[in-house]
T-cell receptor
Framework: EAEVAQSPRYKITEKSQAVAFWCDPI?????LYWYRQILGQGPELLVQ????????DSQLPKDRFSAERLKGVDSTLKIQPAELGDSAMYLC???????????FGPGTRLTVL | GENVEQHPSTLSVQEGDSAVIKCTYS??????FPWYKQELGKGPQLIID?????GEKKDQRIAVTLNKTAKHFSLHITETQPEDSAVYFC???????????FGKGITLSVRP
């Protein structure tokens, strides 16, 4: 069964450092999402791509976060510089299109010290 | 924007009993309501979803009901098993660009 792949699974970094997360969606899925999930909370959307274009990044802290999906397939989310409050699970999801069910990857657990 | 609330925040049931988890939403334009199960250290897994043109949907031991007038929807799990123990999230979307708004989750514990 096809799955969304994410790496790394765990990342520990010190504040002010740069971190990057990678996501490979299910093959053929045009829509890709990055969510942040704080412990004990539900996921919150950071950015949504349709192919290589950003559809919604209204909740992305653009002073430190950036996301790209250059060829409309895999995607990278970057944080620079990381802050203590960025400690969370970063989840990637994909769907065939914007009105279809979303499938989540296993996430990257980020700890900022 | 949309606000989704789940209640209760924790639920404990005896194996074999039924469990019901309720969610309310605020945006009457929402038309898609998925339920996700998240096990420790894993990403959320879609278990069932419903669109606003139907009132109920079943898949084996799992069912979801939707009351558009009251703006709430519920997850029903029958014949619960220990492996049903997890955190369950409800979500809502208006369909436009499919942005999902999630509830805070409920921790279901099934006692053997």
């Amino acid at each position: 069964e096809a799955e969304v792949a994410q790496s790394p699974r765990y990342k520990i970094t010190e504040k002010s450092q740069a971190v990057a997360f990678w996501c490979d969606p299910i093959s053929g899925h045009a829509t890709l999402y990055w969510y942040r999930q704080i412990l004990g909370q539900g996921p919150e959307l950071l950015v949504q791509f349709q192919d290589e274009s950003v559809v919604d990044d209204s909740q992305l802290p653009k002073d430190r976060f950036s996301a790209e999906r250059l060829k409309g397939v895999d995607s990278t989310l970057k944080i620079q510089p990381a802050e203590l409050g960025d400690s969370a699970m970063y989840l990637c999801a994909s769907s065939p299109g914007p009105e279809y069910e979303q499938f989540f990857g296993p996430g990257t657990r980020l700890t900022v010290l | 924007g949309e606000n989704v609330e789940q209640h209760p925040s924790t639920l404990s049931v005896q194996e074999g009993d039924s469990a019901v988890i309720k969610c309310t939403y605020s945006d009457s334009a929402s038309n898609y309501f998925p339920w996700y199960k998240q096990e420790l250290g894993k990403g959320p897994q879609l278990i069932i979803d419903i669109r606003s043109n139907v009132g109920e949907k079943k898949d084996q031991r799992i069912a979801v009901t939707l009351n558009k007038t009251a703006k709430h929807f519920s997850l029903h799990i029958t014949e619960t098993q220990p492996e049903d123990s997890a955190v369950y999230f409800c979500a809502a979307s208006t369909g436009a660009n499919s942005k999902l708004t999630f509830g805070k989750g409920i921790t279901l514990s099934v006692r053997p």
